[in-house]
């Protein structure tokens, strides 16, 4: 089983709509969570991250982090076609190692 | 603009080849971190140096090795190419020296690797 799954997608919604992105993970030694955006020929930009359990919000932007199951959410209220891109959840024990671990992505369509 | 540059942006390379990527992080960053992302694998983190040192290794082959400058620009060698090679490669940077630190490492615009 890989330390993080993730949906490669891809994700095609209308414009306006929720979206809800997940990754699920295996190592319950993860403390931070973190989603990353990355436009197509761009890096990866921190979008948001959360520590521990719970729900953070910023803007349109909702993360959500359940340890008891492993499970992670960010989700995107009134999505706009610039939402368009690939979203990353990554994960850390951020222990003196500071292994970080990445899923795949999942690629994100908003249509007009 | 994440302020850390990469280059060259696209390498074209026969199997079997060396080449080098360039990074140049931030102002101010110390730490530089070098990713591979394709596809089937995602992105993987190959390695990271701190003000010139070897900070932590990840899943780099040993045809690969890295670098950083006084200057603290980085390099990363890739040699005995293979179509299996040819991928994204990134390079983010941060101040700190313990590792990845979420807030403050920034990704470059990455240099795509295609070997034919």
């Known amino acids: 089983q890989k330390e993080v799954e993730q949906d490669p997608g891809p994700l095609s919604v209308p414009e306006g709509a929720i979206v809800s992105l997940n990754c699920t993970y295996s190592n319950s030694a993860f403390q931070y969570f973190m989603w990353y955006r990355q436009y197509s020929r761009k890096g990866p930009e921190l979008l948001m991250y959360?520590?521990?359990?719970g729900n953070k919000e910023d803007g349109r932007f909702t993360a959500q982090v359940d340890k008891s199951s492993k499970y992670i959410s960010l989700f995107i209220r009134d999505s706009q076609p610039s939402d368009s891109a690939t979203y990353l959840c990554a994960m850390s024990p951020m222990n003196r190692d500071d292994k970080i671990i990445f899923g795949k992505g999942t690629r994100l369509h908003i249509l007009p | 603009d994440s302020g850390v540059t990469q280059t060259p942006k696209h390498l074209i390379t026969a199997t079997g080849q060396r080449v080098t990527l360039r990074c140049s992080p931030r102002?101010?960053?110390?730490?530089v971190y070098w990713y591979q992302q394709s596809l089937d694998q995602g992105l993987q983190f190959l390695i990271q140096y701190y003000n010139g040192e070897e900070r932590a290794k990840g899943n780099i082959l040993e045809r690969f090795s890295a670098q950083q400058f006084p200057d603290l620009h980085s390099e990363l060698n890739l040699s005995s190419l293979e179509l299996g090679d040819s991928a994204l490669y990134f390079c983010?940077?941060?101040?700190?020296?313990?590792?990845?630190?979420?807030?403050?490492?920034?990704f470059g615009q990455g240099t795509r690797l295609t070997v034919v």
């Open positions: 102002s101010g960053d110390l730490s």
């Open positions: 959360t520590y521990s359990s």
């Open positions: 983010a940077s941060s101040v700190g020296s313990r590792g990845w630190s979420v807030t403050e490492a920034f």
